[in-house]
């Protein structure tokens, strides 16, 4: 089965870190480009990041650039994005999902919220 | 960059009826990275169409998409009550706002 399984949400204080992880499962994660996906509460998706399968290529929305950054290890078939300078706007359900065909997302993890307040 | 507008944002339906939604494009996109998803609450979305048109693996074929240019749609034949949720569409790296069909 495809899966794709996030971890490391939680609560920080503004101006903290976190460092979120996707472990996927039933694929080979180093043939497929990976992005990242959040929902603020009561909100919509916004797309937050995406890395290609070998890490060459790596594309920021303009509101995490300079604070997020994307990586993975294809060998563990990890997916990460390390979160700093948090700020309470970035509160949301964070999403891992699998580039897929035309550049649709599919699967998606289960999610894992992060809370930035202090 | 492209913005994605949906319509109506929300809908009050019946079990059994006809469900069309609407999402354009503030320019004309590739039909080709055209996409609708799902969500229910609590849940992860889960992709529905890809392509304008192509069902995802495992998708009811109650569920359609259609469109080019700027304008697609997403057409939900029979209402089937599991069918209650948000719908989003999605084009490269946006997302439209989304639109909620509730049981009426």
């Known amino acids: 089965e495809v899966q794709l399984v996030e971890s490391g949400g939680g609560l920080v204080q503004p101006g903290g870190s976190l460092r979120l992880s996707c472990a996927a499962s039933?694929?080979?994660?180093?043939?497929?480009?990976m992005s990242w996906v959040r929902q603020a509460p009561g909100k919509g998706l916004e797309w937050v990041s995406n890395?290609?399968?070998?890490?060459?290529?790596?594309y920021y929305a303009d509101s995490v650039k300079g604070r997020f950054t994307i990586s993975r290890d294809n060998a563990k078939n990890s997916l990460f994005l390390q979160m700093n300078s948090l700020r309470d706007e970035d509160t949301a359900v964070y999403y891992c999902?699998?580039?897929?065909?035309?550049?649709?997302?599919?699967?998606w993890g289960q999610g894992t919220l992060v809370t930035v307040s202090s | 960059e492209i913005v994605l507008t949906q319509s109506p944002g929300t809908l009050s339906l019946s079990p059994g009826e006809r469900v069309t939604l609407s999402c354009r494009a503030s320019q004309s996109v590739r039909s080709s990275y055209l996409a609708w998803y799902q969500q229910k609450p609590g849940q992860a979305p889960r992709l529905l169409i890809y392509g304008t048109s192509s069902r995802a693996t495992g998708v009811p074929d109650r569920f359609s998409g259609s469109g080019s240019g700027t304008d697609f749609t997403l057409t939900i034949s029979r209402l089937e009550p599991e069918d209650f949720a948000v719908y989003y569409c999605?084009?490269?790296?946006?997302f439209g706002q989304g639109t909620k069909v509730e049981i009426k």
């Open positions: 999605q084009q490269s790296e946006t």
């Open positions: 890395i290609s399968s070998s890490s060459d290529t790596i």
């Open positions: 999902a699998r580039v897929w065909q035309q550049l649709s997302f599919d699967p």
């Open positions: 039933g694929f080979t994660l180093s043939s497929y480009s």
